[in-house]
């Protein structure tokens, strides 16, 4: 079973900053099946990339995703007031699985 | 338009069980394997189950697996989850969620869609 560990736990940063989030297999994910899920407060997930580095439809291009192997990466170029939320990465395929998250939220 | 509307949740006794359902509408349901997935308050994301688009092919996590059965009728465009012997470690926000393919396996349990979720609480 492939467990996902997401670093760092918490973001802070300011609108108009770059977010680069980790998120790392304990072992290779088949095919690059990473997806990557953002989550406001109340709110349900909702999916940004699928594939390691393809956007979901209707997600800004702000949004991207690197990696390969065990190790991904969710970049968000310069972050909107929108985007402070919690995000999920996970392993599709098999037996899915969701890293802990990450919580990007204002400095 | 996606829409996924959970209902029957509520406050339930250690023990007994509950039944989930899930309306879909603005796609083609029976074109798509769908899935639960819960959250415990304050906490990440668990897959619970799935069902391919046509029943073929069932999942569980292994924290329900005997206890949970899924299922679906593509004549109503409905999701279910029968929860029996329900402990207060079922407690969590239940979200129905669309696979972006038919099946469960291979490219499966990848979640384009979700529902706004019910809530499930087990307590005495």
């Known amino acids: 079973e492939i467990v996902l560990t997401q670093s760092p736990g918490t973001l802070s940063l300011s609108p108009g900053e770059r977010a680069t989030l980790s998120c790392r297999a304990s072992?290779?994910?088949?095919?690059?099946?990473l997806a990557w899920y953002q989550q406001k407060p109340g709110q349900a997930p909702r999916l940004l990339i699928y594939g390691a580095s393809s956007r979901a439809t209707g997600i800004p291009d702000r949004f991207s995703g690197s990696g390969s192997g065990t190790d991904f990466t969710l970049t968000i170029s310069r972050l909107e007031p929108e985007d402070f939320a919690v995000y999920y990465c996970q392993q599709y395929g098999s037996s899915p699985a969701f890293g802990p998250g990450t919580k990007v939220d204002i400095k | 338009e996606v829409q996924l509307v959970e209902s029957g949740g509520g406050l339930v006794q250690p023990g007994r069980s509950l039944r989930l359902s899930c309306a879909a509408s603005g796609f083609t349901f029976d074109d798509y394997a769908m899935h639960w997935v819960r959250q415990a308050p304050g906490k990440g994301l668990e897959w619970v189950s799935g069902i391919s688009w046509n029943s073929g092919s069932i999942g569980y996590a292994d924290s329900v697996k005997g206890r949970f059965t899924i299922s679906r009728d593509n004549a109503k465009n409905s999701l279910y989850l029968q929860m029996n012997s329900l402990r207060a470690e079922d407690t969590a926000l239940y979200y129905c969620?669309?696979?972006?393919?038919?099946?469960?396996w291979g490219r499966g349990k990848l979640f384009d869609y979700w529902g706004q979720g019910t809530l499930v609480t087990v307590s005495s």
């Open positions: 072992q290779s994910v088949s095919s690059s099946y």
């Open positions: 969620a669309k696979d972006a393919t038919k099946y469960i």
